[in-house]
């Protein structure tokens, strides 16, 4: 079955200690991303990658880092968590970046809390 | 997830009513718009998408129209289920050199038997 992962789904933790949501996709796409959803502000992107080795930053990469290295994985690295990212993450995936409109497929979404 | 209902606009239709759920873009630019469907604890769920050079593209019990003289675009679904019920989003893909999209806030479509 195509689909996007992701791990843990649930996650409760404390300010600073580091944590790492990981993602991977089955579907050979080039293009992946992150996303975090805040009630009343939709979703907004935190990181991408075109491919592997290429990524770079969304709206809001404050406090995140993500890697790429191989093309089905695309990890979401929290290095000091703080409450403010609260929040719950959707990483997405298509099969391609560049120009013009690829469809994004969703993971099932990760629900952090730091306390 | 459970909580991406909290602050929504909400729709409340009767079961078998049409619904009509709208959206306002930003970007004159962008060149194609999407709507999402999203369940209770669940991703975003593609539902269908329209290219800006077109006013009005029909699914399986779908449509979306785009105006683009006044930036709006509207999801309407006909004989509404109580399986549509869920948070819709619109979203414009800004184009240029990556994929990115540009998420509304969502709507609450609340279906009622």
């Known amino acids: 079955e195509a689909q996007v992962t992701q791990n843990p789904r649930y996650l409760i933790t404390v300010t600073g200690k580091k944590l790492t949501v990981t993602c991977s996709q089955n579907m050979n796409h080039e293009y992946m991303s992150w996303y975090r959803q805040d009630p009343g502000l939709g979703l907004r992107q935190i990181y991408y990658?075109?491919?592997?080795?290429?990524?770079d930053k969304g709206d809001v990469p404050e406090g995140y880092k993500v890697s790429r290295k191989e093309k089905r994985n695309f990890p979401l690295i929290l290095e000091s968590p703080s409450p403010n990212q609260t929040s719950l993450y959707f990483c997405a995936s298509s099969f391609r970046g560049g120009a013009g409109y690829n469809e994004q497929f969703f993971g099932p979404g990760t629900r952090l809390t730091v306390l | 997830g459970e909580s991406v209902g909290l602050h929504l606009p909400t729709l409340s239709v009767q079961e078998g009513d049409n619904s009509i759920i709208n959206c306002a873009y930003s970007?004159?630019?962008?060149?194609?718009f999407i709507w999402y469907k999203q369940e209770s604890g669940k991703g975003p769920q593609f539902i269908i998408d329209?290219?800006?050079?077109?006013d009005k593209r029909q699914g399986q019990r779908v449509t979306v129209l785009l105006n683009k003289t006044v930036k709006h675009l509207s999801l309407q679904i006909a004989a509404t289920q109580p399986g549509d019920s869920a948070v819709y989003f619109c979203?414009?893909?800004?184009?240029?050199?990556?994929?990115?999209?540009?998420f509304g806030t969502g709507t609450l479509l609340a279906v009622q038997p």
């Open positions: 979203a414009e893909n800004y184009g240029g050199a990556t994929n990115k999209l540009i």
């Open positions: 970007n004159s630019a962008s060149d194609y």
């Open positions: 329209i290219r800006s050079n077109m």
């Open positions: 990658s075109m491919n592997v080795e290429v990524t």
